[in-house]
């Protein structure tokens, strides 16, 4: 099916169900009850998931197939992002052509970086592509956004002002981003019980997009194309050896990486019409990292489960203060309750990237698969559960000699 074998199909099917039916898996307590902060079901996280899940995936197909590390896949985020909102600022609201020009400016601008970077391997690599992504943050921050030549506005951020020109807007479509009429925000409300599901265009707008890009991803870890970059991971010295030049094919993964970063960007601002610069600070290229490791480098759903197991505990766990630790230790004496508070408190708020961080070191010395890893072992473990007891069964049931 789709040119796919049964294996990568199944994993496709898997991820378009879990896509079309987040609103339902993301929101398992019911609306008012104590356990609701921990629902994740609303548009704007929803998107968040698939939409870093695109940037991660595009990530791991430069590092997890040749094992090029890059510090600045954030400059390709940001250049998307702002390359969207100027085409919502001088042409129209409509997010196809926006996406589609993030997409294209976000290839040239890797090509360009990767052409430089790419001389170097290594720590050396990295270094160059921090270097890109840092300069391509000042540049956006400050030197980009003098009043003679404002194409960023700086620390404010680039936005759509009701005196912009927007040359293809006409009169009836939304004033805010849309597909052909249909606004990003338009949301169906399903009320079942005490459940509340959201059901979000531009979430199922970014779905689609990610089950397209991630099709494309499985095409190209099993093409001769990805066999090419995994030898280059596995000994790019040997294969210099054999005559073959791998530089052409790091390069296409580099820029193909950097596409779906400023797809990821492009998305990022037809959802919100803002691009700032701090989507290119090296944090966020650090975020995604993380995310890749997290979920499992090489592996092709690996990045996107990273993706969201980092952005829930970003925003659910961020939200809980000492008044919900309060409630959650309410059962306990005064002393002990405050004890529990004191101790919990570091690690939720401000401070989840704490918690993040003992994770992510959890991960990497129990699990250095990512949470791929985790789950082929709780899947062996299943079966070999089942395994025996079969065998158990089969020989109480063998006649004695």
Request: charged residues 10%; aromatic residues 14%; glycine residues 10%.
């Amino acid at each position: 099916m789709l040119g796919l074998d049964k294996k990568d199909t199944t994993l496709l099917a898997v991820v378009a169900v879990l896509t079309l039916l987040a609103p339902f898996i993301l929101n398992p307590f019911p609306a008012g009850s104590a356990m609701a902060q921990f629902n994740a079901g609303y548009p704007d996280l929803m998107q968040r998931f698939v939409i870093f899940g695109i940037f991660a995936l595009g990530f791991n197909i430069l590092f997890g197939l040749t094992g090029y590390l890059s510090f600045g896949h954030a400059a390709f985020l940001g250049v998307g992002s702002y390359s969207a909102v100027w085409i919502f600022k001088l042409l129209t609201y409509n997010v196809i052509p926006a996406i589609a020009l993030a997409v294209v400016i976000a290839g040239l601008f890797s090509l360009f970086i990767g052409y430089i970077s790419l001389r170097r391997s290594g720590i050396y690599f990295s270094i160059l592509t921090l270097a890109f992504a840092q300069m391509s943050f000042a540049l956006a921050y400050s030197v980009l956004s003098n009043p003679k030549f404002n194409l960023t506005n700086g620390e404010t951020g680039l936005q759509v002002y009701a005196d912009d020109p927007q040359w293809l807007h006409r009169d009836g479509l939304p004033e805010l981003p849309h597909l052909f009429g249909l606004s990003m925000r338009s949301t169906y409300t399903l009320d079942l019980g005490a459940w509340s599901f959201d059901f979000n265009a531009g979430y199922y707008l970014c779905a689609a997009i990610l089950m397209v890009v991630f099709y494309l991803a499985i095409r190209i870890f099993r093409s001769p194309f990805g066999m090419m970059l995994r030898a280059v991971k596995s000994n790019q010295q040997r294969m210099n050896y054999t005559g073959l030049n791998a530089r052409p094919y790091t390069l296409a993964a580099f820029v193909i990486s950097g596409m779906y970063a400023g797809l990821a960007g492009g998305l990022m601002a037809a959802m919100d019409p803002l691009a700032g610069a701090e989507r290119m600070q090296w944090t966020a290229s650090g975020e995604v990292v993380l995310m890749t490791i997290l979920g499992g480098t090489g592996t092709l759903i690996g990045p996107v489960l990273g993706a969201g197991f980092i952005k829930y505990f970003e925003n659910i766990f961020s939200k809980i203060n000492d008044n919900v630790l309060h409630q959650w230790f309410a059962f306990l004496p005064d002393g002990m309750e405050d004890f529990m508070v004191f101790i919990v408190h570091p690690f939720i708020g401000k401070g989840w990237h704490l918690t993040l961080g003992i994770l992510f070191m959890l991960v990497v010395i129990f699990l250095p698969g990512g949470l791929v890893e985790g789950g082929q072992r709780i899947s062996a473990w299943l079966r070999g559960g089942r395994a025996r007891r079969e065998r158990r069964a089969a020989n109480k049931t063998e006649p004695a000699e």
